[in-house]
């Protein structure tokens, strides 16, 4: 599965995607992050840090892709629990963002310098296996694109949250 888009949109959007969390993010209190979104649902402290993890763990996929032909990833260790498992043990409601935000920042830089060192990066390709058995295979601009959408969805749902409770500022500002 390719992405959607021309190489340079994708990558835009994805690199992008750290600097639009912390616009996001600026001056909110921790009374706002780890406030309870009205329809229920994770925190915005809880959503930064899946984003995060989840661009982290695709990382793994290109590699995955750039090194071995034909590569195969697979989540099968991580679908075996809900995802709020994985919040709950990866203490998502009790960490600070700073670490994280810097992590995505980190990761992303990574992959881009990949796929400007390494020939031929974006249309190499990985195949997922998914937790019901089935096969895809993904090129590393797909995995790019899924997570540059990523930080985009979670985006909406930050900013629906931060709008239910007033988006208050630190007291400081």
């Known amino acids: 599965m390719n992405p959607t888009e021309d190489r340079e949109a994708v990558l835009a959007r994805y690199m992008e995607g750290p600097a639009l969390l912390e616009r996001a993010l600026a001056g909110l209190s921790d009374a706002v992050l ?59 409601a009790h960490r600070s963002l700073d670490v994280s935000l810097d992590l995505l920042k980190a990761t992303r830089a990574h992959v881009r310098q990949l796929l400007e060192a390494v020939p031929d990066a974006w249309s190499r390709s990985v195949t997922l296996r998914k937790s019901d058995g089935e096969t895809v295979r993904l090129s590393v601009g797909k995995v790019v694109e899924i997570n540059a959408d990523h930080v985009v969805h979670h985006l909406e749902r930050i900013t629906a949250i931060r709008k239910a409770h007033g988006g208050q500022r630190k007291e400081t500002e």
Do not use: C, M
Request: aromatic share 16%; charged share 20%.
């Open 34 to 92: 780890d406030a309870p979104p009205p329809q229920g649902g994770w925190t915005i402290r809880q959503i930064v840090h899946h984003v995060v993890d989840g661009d982290d763990l695709w990382k793994v996929g290109i590699k995955a892709a750039l090194g071995e032909t034909p590569g195969e990833f697979t989540f099968s260790w991580y679908w075996v629990q809900p995802q709020d498992v994985w919040a709950e043990r990866w203490a998502y």
